[in-house]
Structures are given as C-alpha cells and as structure tokens.
DNA sequence: GAAGACCTGCTA
DNA sequence: TAGCAGGTCTTC
C-alpha cells in the first residue's frame, strides 16, 4: 500500500524520468470518480495546456506544481500507481486517467480499487506536518495535547502526515510501545523513542524505495513495476502469529482503528 | 468514537 | 463463493 515512502519513491522517479517541464497536452478520464469532485471535462479542460514545473509532496499526497492557480494534487489510496509510456498510446486494462504530456509522453494513472483521487488545488488541506519533517518539538506537544491511543494518533494525517497502517506498526514495534496505549500516558524518554521510531522506519523506508506489502493486488511497484526494496524489512506488520525478531514469542493481531495492528504482547507496552 | 461506503482481486 | 485488505470521507 502506497505510503509516504512508496509516493517519494515515485516522485523521485517521475523527476529522473523527465516529467518536469513538460507540458499537458491531452487528458484522457477512464473512471469519472477519479477527478470528484469535477467533472471530466471541466477537469480536463483546467489542466490542459499547463506545464509540470515542479513536482513535490506532503504526507501521502503527490503534488504536481502547475503554472496556473491550481495544483494537480494525487492521492494513490490503496491501489494508485503511475507509469510512462511513449509513442501511439495504449490504454492498460486499469488505467483510470492518462496525461499526454510533451515530447510523446504518456503519464498513466493505474488504478485496480479506483480508489484515488485527482484533485485541483494548491495545496492538500486537513494535513499535520509531514513525517520526515516533523520536529521533536513540535511531535512532543502534540502527544502532550492528546490522550488518544497510539496506533489511531499515528495513523490521523492531521497529526503527522504520511504514516500508514504498515509503518504505523513498525515505528510501534521499534519504540516498543503498544499500539493502544493513551498518548498522555508516555514518559518523555518514550515519546523520544517513538519520535525516533517513527521518523527511522519512514527514512529507511524510503532509502529502500518503499515497501511492497499487501494482500496481493494492492501490492506496491514503483513507476519501473518494481515492488520496494523495502519488502523483507517487516518485523511487526504482516506478521500476525509469527516469532516476534526479539523474543520469540508469537505475534497477536487485534483491530484498532478498523485496520488489521500486529504488535508483540511481551515486548510492548 | 465507531461503522459504513467506496472498489476489486486474491485467498481461504 | 464469501470475506478480507486498506485510506479517507461520510454518517450515525
């Protein structure tokens, strides 16, 4: 599943491809869904003409800086994905929007669940500050505010921006802090840990190029096909009955949040 | 704060 | 063939 890690992977090779500078010449709507809540036309119609000036990120959110008002802002969802092609274009069986862009290149947005969204706008609102930019300052005060249950505060954009449910129990795992525990509850040298966790497990996951985890076809590939480099580095998530790495003792699985949250009973509290 | 809706393909 | 997976928005 598509999170912070896997969209820097892909902003940085939608940079190296070449993307920038180019300009819109043609867009194409398969799944009208896609650009809610415009139109297909209206959408097209924004966006047609512009130039990709820049292409930066906040949280899970893709943004392509545009020389207009608006922005052309992309969340993947579960199942987003993008990749190039050139030449005579050829609509793959998910591809949901596809960009023409300058210069015979074709952007394709592929998308199984038709769950993500293109948007127009400057900038993806409702966001915390995001993961890899967080400061430990400002990660203590907000833990301090709150005594809502660990796994829920990570997992809420509008406290840290690009967390998901993979990296969610990772950075639990790794601070040894148990996913229902009520942030107000933490010591400073806890929130330390998790402040650390959180921002190890996000870095090295995009050192890696993201992470292909999943239940098959909401698996990750990058804009080559790629799954991540990231796969084999799991210790909590995916694990569910597994020998947690450090005491061997089998990992639980409970709900939280509605999402699946495997965690190590005897090394997390 | 919890649960449903949105979606589809893979697993059991 | 039923159920699960997951991010976010909507609705109780």
């Known amino acids: ?5 896997e969209v820097e992977t892909i902003r940085r090779q939608l940079c190296t491809a070449g993307v920038k500078g180019r300009v819109v010449e043609k867009v194409l709507i398969d799944w009208p869904r896609t650009v809610d809540p415009l139109s297909p036309a209206v959408f ?3 966006i047609t003409g512009r130039t990709i000036e820049r292409l930066s990120r906040h949280g899970k959110w893709l943004i392509f800086e545009l020389d207009s008002e608006d922005n052309l802002l992309v969340h993947l969802r579960m199942t987003g994905g993008f990749y190039l092609s050139s030449g005579a274009l050829k609509k793959g069986t998910y591809d949901r929007a596809i960009l023409q862009l300058s210069g015979g290149l074709n952007l394709h947005f592929r998308d199984p669940r038709k769950f993500g969204r293109m948007r127009l706008g400057v900038f993806p609102l409702g966001l915390g500050p995001d993961a890899m930019e967080i400061g430990a300052r400002q990660f ?9 249950g660990l796994k829920t505060l990570l ?7 690009g967390v998901g449910n993979i990296y969610a129990d990772e950075a639990l795992f790794e601070a040894r802090l148990h996913p229902l525990r009520k942030a107000g509850t933490l010591t400073d040298d806890e929130m330390l840990a998790l402040y650390n966790a959180v921002t ?31 796969s084999d580095k799991a210790n909590a998530y995916g694990r569910a009955g597994l020998p947690c790495v450090v005491c061997k003792n089998p990992l639980e699985k409970i709900t939280v949040a509605q999402r699946a949250t495997v965690f190590c009973a005897h090394c997390q509290h």
């Open 1 to 5: 599943m598509p999170e912070l890690p």
């Open 44 to 46: 097209c119609k924004k």
């Open 140 to 148: 203590f005060q907000t833990l301090e505010k709150t005594n809502r």
């Open 155 to 161: 997992l809420d954009q509008s406290f840290i921006a």
């Open 200 to 230: 190890h497990v996000i870095r090295s996951a995009v050192e890696n190029g993201g992470t292909s985890l999943g239940d098959g076809q909401g698996n990750y590939t990058d804009l080559n096909g790629n799954s991540g480099g990231n």
